[in-house]
């Protein structure tokens, strides 16, 4: 027994000499300035990846923005390179049609979930493209960045989201996206009818009425099936001037903090209460 014990022991080490791979020891150390989340904004499957990434020269530190500012900078100064950047990314819901503004087409009394309310005739809401409101995307948000409103929309702490990606793929109606924080110019709408027919299920829809597109530089804004659309490779020249004249609101300037800018012609909504189920009770 003696024998066979060196043998093994003479066999493994000598294994383990052959096979051992070398990590370089820095991946440790950059794993430990990196957040943890594991939310995947960076392209990488997580902070291991990420940090094995960064010590390879793949990527620079300054591509996870979840990361502190300080954080990013001993990164760099540990494998001394430019820290680099990336623009923060956020999470962007295409829809402002709260239960005080889009009516109900049904009570939906199914499983409490927006999954669950698009399988039965694709939801209860009238506006048959706009949230549901039950909160998938929250429960799907690991990072508390995504609360309900008492209108029953989703709203989005720029601050606490990581761009993971889980609200975008948890929305069954696709109204999630992620955006550039540099992305202010927003159309807060997927309505797939136009005109009075939009508002006839939504007093915030858009109505395809063209006038963002008519205040914006030449190819900014066009109208495309009734629905303004924004082309972001002309980012730089938007500015709140073209919201101005939207009748409805449906297209906004997005400002810091969650903050919502409405053009001065949009309808104002005062109304806090959800719609009666009936039209006209």
């Known amino acids: 027994?003696?024998?066979?014990?060196?043998?093994l022991a003479v066999t493994l080490a000598v294994a383990n000499s052959k096979l051992y791979v070398y990590e370089d020891p820095r991946i440790d150390e950059v794993e430990e300035l990196l957040p943890g989340a594991n939310c995947g904004a960076c392209g990488t499957p997580g902070c291991r990846a990420f940090a094995e990434a960064c010590v390879g020269g793949a990527i620079s530190p300054g591509k996870c923005s979840v990361n502190t500012p300080e954080n990013?900078?001993?990164?760099?100064?540990?494998l001394g390179v430019d820290a680099g950047g990336a623009e923060k990314q956020v999470a962007r819901l295409a829809c402002a049609g709260g239960n005080h503004v889009a009516w109900q087409r049904a009570q939906?009394?199914?499983?409490?979930?927006?999954?669950?309310?698009?399988?039965?005739?694709?939801?209860?809401?009238?506006?048959?493209?706009?949230?549901?409101?039950?909160g998938d995307c929250q429960t799907a948000c690991e990072f508390g960045a995504i609360t309900m409103s008492a209108q029953g929309l989703?709203?989005?702490d720029e601050d606490r989201c990581t761009a993971c990606?889980?609200?975008?793929?948890a929305c069954p109606k696709d109204l999630f996206s992620l955006?550039?924080?540099s992305h202010r110019l927003w159309v807060a709408c997927k309505s797939l009818?136009?005109?009075d027919d939009a508002l006839e299920e939504c007093e915030v829809a858009c109505t395809g009425c063209g006038r963002c597109a008519m205040d914006a530089p030449d190819g900014l804004v066009r109208i495309e099936n009734g629905l303004a659309v924004v082309d972001y490779s002309r980012n730089r020249q938007a500015t709140p001037d073209i919201i101005q004249r939207c009748p409805t609101g449906a297209i906004v300037w997005l400002e810091s903090k969650g903050r919502v800018r409405k053009g001065a012609a949009a309808k104002?909504?005062?109304?806090?209460?959800?719609?009666?189920?009936?039209r006209g009770s």
């Open 179 to 181: 955006q550039p924080v």
């Open 1 to 7: 027994m003696l024998g066979l014990g060196v043998v």
């Open 108 to 134: 939906y009394d199914g499983v409490q979930t927006c999954q669950g309310a698009t399988l039965v005739s694709n939801g209860s809401k009238s506006c048959v493209w706009g949230c549901l409101g039950l």
């Open 193 to 195: 009818i136009q005109g």
């Open 72 to 78: 990013t900078g001993a990164i760099a100064d540990l």
């Open 268 to 278: 104002k909504i005062t109304r806090k209460s959800p719609l009666p189920l009936t």
């Open 165 to 169: 990606n889980a609200c975008v793929v």
């Open 154 to 156: 989703p709203v989005v």
